[in-house]
């Protein structure tokens, strides 16, 4: 065992022409003494492996955790169903670990992944193997459970490959943190050798829930009426997909948080947010859950909800909601987070939850369509294509910010809904001409360049935008330090601030919804009817 990280050494200096004969001695030495190997030594043979691969491998793609964790191991399975092509390595410390600790790399080992035991510092090891691995298709993904661990090894990954003076190709990398919001404290220079994602576990959940489901279903002409029981993390992902999503010519949202102490508890969000108020109107009712008055008052409202999301995992007032739902027909859609599907299973298996729409387990979040989702980015970088040619924005993807990058992956977000508003939908295909001959009707064309204004307004205002006043004296359309844009602003709005700059605002929503086709088809989907 001893003799193992030399071996690995070695192999990795071998000529191309002795990989036959060692070949065929290492499989003769595995044959001979696996049985009597220990984990220890299953581990050093997994850098021999790796050794061989770094030199001859026909895989186009290589996935490269900075941990194992439950988490990880998740998302590399799925990695592993849809990637047949791809080579998923994890790293792990070069110490002896704990117990539990070892089960996992063991059920990796079967799964056919690689452990590497790690000799040096982090930062170099990942350095060491994306750059072994720079002529295929990196993934590298910082997952571990302390954010403030990841965000400050992403760091530390990117500045020492700064100090080098072979560059590696841009890494496609997943950086796991608490709250999405962190991508507008993060700079793009800073992560330059990077194409940067920020994931966090429960923007996952609530994206993962309107996929399925879309707040354009809901709701009459004036009103959509929502109802959110609880406040988290959770809630604010809700709040800020929703009044993204839900944005309908001529309505308004309106929003009433139930929860004990919700000003207090909410008012954090609120204050870092002020303006959101521009696109939902927002209702406190505090209650103390579980009391004859939380229920006396939701047997009241049920008759004039469209949507209720209850969060806070109460099994008793689950049932209550559920009982009070079907003994007065309403059909409100009702969602139910959880982030642990075992909690439910008992009581799932005695009652019928047909009605009730489940979300949140953790367990069914980490997957590469959920987290990888290349499809999103290519939307996303075919709207900033197009978005450039219109303000004549020279800059690559690669130059934005990393808030930009994430506006434009919101507005990809929003297309399905923007399509089921029309009674249409996108899928895989090629064919967009349902959509091309839909916005030919002037009447569809506006109503889509309204509503894509407003749910522009409304990503903005969730992260903390305000409305810049303009300044004939120093026209600037724009302060991204202080978080002001002059074009947060009604639709109507948008003409005078556009003759200000002598610049039609409108007319670039407009060229947006216009594009939106072809965006679609170069992603490789096609648009078809409900």
Same mark, same amino acid.
């Given at each position: @065992?001893?003799?193992?990280?030399?071996?690995?050494?070695?192999? @990795?200096?071998?000529?191309?022409?002795?990989?036959?004969?060692?070949?065929?001695?290492?499989?003769?030495?595995?044959?001979?003494?696996?049985? $009597?190997?220990?984990?220890?030594?299953?581990?050093?043979?997994?850098?021999?492996?790796?050794?061989? #691969?770094?030199?001859? +491998?026909?895989?186009?793609?290589?996935?490269?955790?900075?941990?194992?964790?439950?988490?990880?191991?998740?998302?590399?399975?799925?990695?592993?169903?849809?990637?047949?092509?791809?080579?998923?390595?994890?790293? *792990?410390?070069?110490?002896?670990?704990?117990?539990?600790?070892?089960?996992?790399?063991?059920?990796?080992?079967?799964?056919?992944?690689?452990?590497?035991?790690?000799?040096?510092?982090?930062?170099?090891?990942?350095?060491? #193997?994306?750059?072994?691995?720079?002529?295929?298709?990196?993934?590298?993904?910082?997952?571990?459970?302390?954010?403030?661990?990841?965000? !400050?090894?992403?760091?530390?990954?990117?500045?020492?490959?700064?100090?080098?003076?072979?560059?590696?190709?841009?890494?496609?990398?997943?950086?796991?943190?608490?709250?999405?919001?962190?991508? !507008?404290?993060?700079? $793009?220079?800073?992560?330059?050798?990077?194409?940067?994602?920020?994931?966090?576990?429960?923007?996952?959940?609530?994206?993962?829930?309107?996929?399925?489901?879309?707040?354009?279903?809901?709701?009459?002409?004036?009103?959509?009426?929502?109802?959110?029981?609880?406040?988290?993390?959770?809630? @604010?992902?809700?709040?800020?997909?929703?009044?993204?999503?839900?944005?309908?010519?001529?309505?308004?949202?309106?929003?009433? #948080?139930?929860?004990?102490?919700?000003?207090?508890?909410?008012?954090?969000?609120?204050?870092?947010?002020?303006?959101?108020?521009?696109?939902?109107?927002?209702?406190?009712?505090?209650?103390?859950?579980?009391?004859?008055?939380?229920?006396?008052?939701?047997?009241?409202?049920?008759?004039?909800?469209?949507?209720?999301?209850?969060?806070?995992?109460?099994?008793?007032?689950?049932?209550?909601?559920?009982?009070?739902?079907?003994?007065?027909?309403?059909?409100?859609?009702? /969602?139910?987070?959880?982030?642990?599907?075992?909690?439910?299973?008992?009581?799932?298996?005695?009652?019928?939850?047909?009605?009730?729409?489940?979300?949140?387990?953790?367990?069914?979040?980490?997957?590469?369509?959920?987290?990888?989702?290349?499809?999103?980015? *290519?939307?996303?970088?075919?709207?900033?294509?197009?978005?450039?040619?219109?303000?004549?924005?020279?800059?690559?993807?690669?130059?934005?910010?990393?808030?930009?990058?994430?506006?434009?992956?919101?507005? $990809?977000?929003?297309?399905?809904?923007?399509?089921?508003?029309?009674?249409?939908?996108?899928?895989?295909?090629?064919?967009?001409?349902?959509?091309?001959?839909?916005?030919?009707?002037?009447?569809?064309?506006?109503?889509? +360049?309204?509503?894509?204004?407003?749910?522009?307004?409304?990503?903005?205002?969730?992260?903390?935008?305000?409305?810049?006043? *303009?300044?004939?004296?120093?026209?600037?359309?724009?302060?991204?330090?202080?978080?002001?844009?002059? /074009?947060?602003?009604?639709?109507?709005?948008?003409?005078?601030?556009?003759?200000?700059?002598?610049?039609?605002?409108?007319?670039?929503?407009?060229?947006?919804? #216009?594009?939106?086709?072809?965006?679609?088809?170069?992603?490789?989907?096609?648009?078809?009817?409900?």
């Amino acid at each position: @065992e001893n003799d193992f990280e030399s071996i690995a050494v070695g192999v @990795e200096s071998m000529p191309k022409f002795s990989f036959l004969f060692a070949l065929v001695m290492t499989l003769s030495m595995l044959t001979v003494g696996m049985v $009597a190997l220990s984990y220890t030594g299953y581990r050093a043979l997994c850098k021999i492996q790796l050794g061989f #691969l770094k030199k001859f +491998t026909w895989k186009k793609k290589v996935f490269i955790f900075s941990e194992l964790n439950e988490s990880a191991l998740l998302l590399g399975t799925d990695i592993k169903l849809q990637h047949k092509d791809g080579i998923v390595i994890y790293c *792990v410390p070069g110490i002896e670990e704990e117990e539990e600790q070892l089960e996992l790399e063991k059920e990796a080992a079967q799964k056919g992944f690689f452990v590497i035991p790690m000799q040096n510092e982090l930062h170099r090891e990942l350095f060491s #193997l994306c750059k072994h691995f720079s002529k295929k298709k990196l993934y590298l993904f910082f997952i571990s459970k302390d954010e403030i661990d990841n965000i !400050s090894a992403c760091s530390d990954f990117s500045e020492f490959c700064k100090t080098k003076k072979n560059h590696l190709p841009r890494i496609n990398t997943y950086l796991w943190v608490q709250g999405s919001d962190y991508a !507008s404290m993060l700079s $793009a220079q800073e992560y330059s050798s990077m194409e940067l994602h920020i994931i966090d576990e429960n923007e996952l959940a609530v994206r993962n829930l309107f996929s399925e489901i879309t707040p354009n279903a809901y709701g009459d002409d004036d009103y959509l009426k929502i109802y959110i029981l609880g406040w988290n993390k959770i809630a @604010e992902n809700l709040i800020k997909y929703l009044v993204s999503l839900g944005q309908v010519q001529n309505r308004r949202l309106k929003i009433v #948080l139930l929860e004990e102490n919700i000003v207090d508890k909410s008012a954090i969000f609120f204050n870092q947010n002020v303006q959101i108020g521009q696109v939902s109107d927002f209702v406190f009712i505090e209650k103390i859950e579980n009391s004859k008055d939380y229920f006396d008052y939701l047997n009241q409202e049920f008759p004039n909800i469209d949507m209720l999301f209850y969060l806070n995992q109460d099994l008793r007032s689950l049932a209550e909601l559920f009982r009070i739902k079907t003994r007065l027909a309403s059909e409100a859609k009702l /969602c139910c987070y959880f982030s642990n599907k075992n909690q439910y299973k008992e009581l799932l298996g005695k009652t019928d939850f047909f009605q009730i729409q489940f979300f949140g387990n953790w367990k069914e979040l980490y997957t590469d369509a959920l987290i990888i989702d290349e499809k999103l980015d *290519v939307l996303a970088k075919g709207f900033h294509q197009y978005y450039g040619k219109l303000y004549e924005d020279t800059r690559k993807w690669e130059d934005i910010s990393l808030f930009e990058q994430q506006s434009n992956r919101a507005l $990809a977000l929003s297309i399905q809904s923007k399509l089921y508003g029309i009674g249409l939908y996108y899928d895989i295909g090629d064919s967009v001409e349902l959509f091309e001959s839909k916005i030919k009707d002037t009447k569809i064309l506006m109503k889509l +360049t309204i509503e894509e204004h407003i749910r522009w307004n409304a990503f903005y205002f969730c992260n903390g935008w305000r409305t810049l006043t *303009v300044d004939k004296n120093n026209l600037k359309n724009k302060n991204a330090k202080t978080k002001e844009h002059v /074009c947060l602003v009604s639709f109507d709005e948008l003409v005078t601030v556009g003759e200000a700059f002598e610049k039609d605002f409108q007319e670039m929503d407009q060229h947006l919804v #216009l594009h939106m086709g072809k965006i679609l088809q170069q992603a490789g989907f096609g648009v078809y009817a409900r």
